[in-house]
């Protein structure tokens, strides 16, 4: 048994205020959780809406139930191919991206990988404002979360 989670970031103006939103589907069970800050970029939230979920997934799993295996939609191509490739030659390269250049969001990027440590988690990458439901509905709700 698998728990989908769809996730989201915003942000008006890049730095500017920012919204997360993640949605998490276990069994039937719809969850929401959503979140802002005042001063953001538009890839911290992005990250912030995985991260979320992953912290309440990891507060509110059934110890009796397998639900190692988690499916990750994101319409972030910066989260799903940081977090699948990017990383781990970051990680070897001391933080420093192929250009010698400090990662940015460091800070998010490793508590993301602690996050992930023993989970199987395939990361799928969904086209925004395509039409599909839930990730429309995580847009909508990282929107309403930006503080205004």
């Known amino acids: ?5 769809y996730t989201d970031g915003a942000c008006a103006g890049n730095p500017g205020p920012g919204g997360w939103a993640a949605i998490i589907i276990q069994k039937n069970k719809v969850e929401k959780l959503f979140g802002g800050e005042k001063m953001t970029t538009n890839n911290r939230m992005e990250l912030m809406a995985v991260i979320k979920a992953l912290e309440y997934y990891n507060l509110k799993i059934d110890e009796q139930l397998d639900f190692k295996h988690i499916k ?5 191509t910066y989260v799903k191919e940081g977090i699948t490739v990017w990383v781990n030659k970051w990680k070897k390269n001391n933080w420093k991206t192929s250009n010698k250049k400090d990662v940015k969001n460091k800070d998010l990027w490793e508590k993301l990988l602690k996050l992930t440590v023993s989970k199987k ?14 990730n429309d509905m995580a847009d909508g709700l990282a929107k309403e979360a930006t503080p205004i």
Request: charged letters at 20%.
């Open 72 to 76: 990750i939609f994101t319409d972030s």
């Open 1 to 5: 048994m698998s728990i989908k989670i």
């Open 121 to 134: 988690i395939d990361w799928i990458w969904v086209k925004g404002h395509s039409g599909d439901p839930m």
